[in-house]
């Protein structure tokens, strides 16, 4: 659970980095950089907090998500120009992160009593959400609706979670399985940029 | 009750095509779709349930509306552009899911001794923000605050429901002849094309 | 505690006029006018009480928010062109607001019994949001991002509060003080148009 934990803490810094950029793209002030990387970072759990009513909720209950994030930001503040040569350190951390907060958004759920259905949702909407608040205060049309196989991957980690905790296994391997399954599905996806299909006009019809 | 109830799932198959029309419109993938659909359709009970303090909120407690949903999906992935072609019965299913979803959410809010105009304003945000949300997640002004005289037909009804229920009539009759009247205004706005005011630069002002 | 109650309504009155003004010029209808001065005016402290579960939530709670907004927006549309002279008025209702929106966000968060620093985020929060929903829903980038020391003041006032609360003076002079220091600063960076810093390449690249 210990090393659950740092992975979740890794998520959040490579979350609230890649807001701070999106953020300091746009020129805000060092105050909209920081709202922008905190929305980033614990937007999706706060939301899923808020929805099935875990209080306190995320970063309220624990105040290592708050200066984790603010690190982060003067980390972005003082290294911009160099994170852009870390790409491949920060697709890692932020992958991870996807897989983490997926993983625990659908444990809390469950641990509400919540349905695997709904668990499930809950895991996406951990995992996802961040990105969507960062790009609705940037005024852009959410990232995650266009491209990336994203919330697929948090889908299938998450039901693969459900499959092997429905059989027993121990939680630990549970958690290391499903979390692979997110990060390798998301890395290929990336690696070959697969992408989900799009409604034409219609599926009988030639475009 | 069970009439609502089926009118409800309607309107929530209704919203949600719109939500999945607007967003394959927007070419987001099959994700992004579901997440619009989602939100057009249950985004008003759902942030109503948040305010309200009703927990378990909508969705998370009634599955049927996440079936009701991808179902909806699923047909407009099929039937994209047939669809065009049942615009009266879609406008129609639409009406009355406005109409069923503002008392619902207004008897909702009675129910938990909300004050009559808080009530209202409950009934409205149920009707109304599953298409706010629609908007702002896929970047546009929403349509709600510049035509489309939808709120007003919200209103009306929710008084006429408050009216009705003062003097004691049964829960039946007061549910039919309140949805008709949202049904009615707005199908006649729609037809004849009515607009509330706009603020110019001042009333004592000519243009 | 009287005279905060009507500065916190006055601060009402001037966000909600605030927010009518920019729905205004965007030519929305009388609705979508009265959506926006009312998510201006209390949604700050609206996204506060859900995200600490303070049920009922402030409008809810209290419906003086929301006559005094609905007077507020038949105040804008009988007034709109002489409100354009009366911009320093509103300057100072609007930066009384912040101040007094910032300091009882903070002491309901501390009667929550939440970690200080929360309790600050939080005053941040009652202060900053309604702005950001506001433009949000306008489909503009939140001005909090960009310009305006705005959020500092905030900032300031909030930690001259918990200083002087710590030291235990009397809650009337803390509030006035650290409201003071609220309005003080806005008034002077706004007079004298000082920014907070943006994130360039990085601190040690020349641009």
């Known amino acids: 659970m210990n ?60 105040l290592n998500y708050f200066w984790t994030i603010l690190i982060a930001v003067v980390f972005t503040f003082l290294f911009k120009s160099k994170i852009a040569h870390l790409s491949k350190t920060m697709f890692l951390f932020d992958t991870v992160g996807i897989g983490v907060f997926t993983l625990l958004g659908l444990e809390k759920a469950l641990s509400f009593g919540l349905h695997p259905i709904i668990a499930l949702i809950m895991g996406m909407i951990s ?35 459900l499959i092997l905790n429905y059989f027993g296994f121990p939680e630990n391997i549970i958690f290391i399985i499903s979390a692979s399954v997110i990060v390798i599905i998301r890395a290929v996806a990336v690696k070959f940029e697969l992408q989900l299909p799009k409604i034409k006009d219609d599926l009988f019809t030639k475009n």
Chains 1, 2, 3 share one sequence.
């Open 3 to 62: 090393l659950i934990y740092v992975l979740d803490i890794l998520g959040t810094f490579a979350f609230a980095i890649s807001g701070a950029l999106v953020a300091s793209d746009k020129r805000f002030d060092l105050f909209g950089v920081i709202i922008i990387a905190f929305v980033t970072a614990v937007g999706g759990g706060m939301l899923r907090d808020v929805l099935i009513n875990a209080h306190p909720i995320n970063w309220i209950g624990d």
């Open 127 to 161: 995992a996802v959400f961040g990105g969507v608040l960062r790009d609705v205060l940037t005024n852009k049309i959410p990232l995650i609706f266009e491209k990336e196989i994203y919330a697929s991957a948090c889908l299938a980690g998450g039901i693969t979670y």
